[in-house]
Nanobody, 125 residues
Framework: QVQLVESGGGLVQAGGSLRLSCAASGGTFSNYVMGWFRQAPGKEREFVAAISRVGAGTSYDDSVKGRFTISRDNAKNTVYLQMNSLKPEDTAAYYC??????????????????WGQGTQVTVSS
């Protein structure tokens, strides 16, 4: 069983930056593809970014490409999401997730096995 704990959310003005962290415990971190998802009020949870087991591969939703960067430190069992040039439409609860499945399914929310509790990001205009 893997436990995931997000941190780093908060309130920021448009154009600002935040760095989210997700600390994992209870499993072998390098066995998991890691993803970030977000959910705005009244909307479905959506894919943001994913990173492969050793960090060689990354994938982004078009809405964040060029602004967000996902990374991981397997020695620290932590995955990060650096968010720059934030926009009000980035406001959401952000969740990290882990999956044992294939990199092919990195964008598929139902393929993720473990989820954190989420951290709120609010971007003011």
């Amino acid at each position: 069983q893997v436990q995931l704990v997000e941190s780093g959310g908060g309130l920021v003005q448009a154009g600002g930056s935040l760095r989210l962290s997700c600390a994992a415990s209870g499993g072998t971190f390098s066995n998991y593809v890691m993803g970030w998802f977000r959910q705005a009020p009244g909307k479905e949870r959506e894919f943001v970014a994913a990173i492969s087991r050793v960090g060689a591969g990354t994938s982004y939703d078009d809405s964040v490409k060029g602004r967000f960067t996902i990374s991981r430190d397997n020695a620290k069992n932590t995955v990060y999401l650096q968010m720059n040039s934030l926009k009000p439409e980035d406001t959401a609860a952000y969740y990290c997730a882990a999956q044992v499945g294939s990199w092919i399914s990195r964008r598929q929310i139902n393929e993720y096995d473990y989820w954190g509790q989420g951290t709120q990001v609010t971007v003011s205009s």
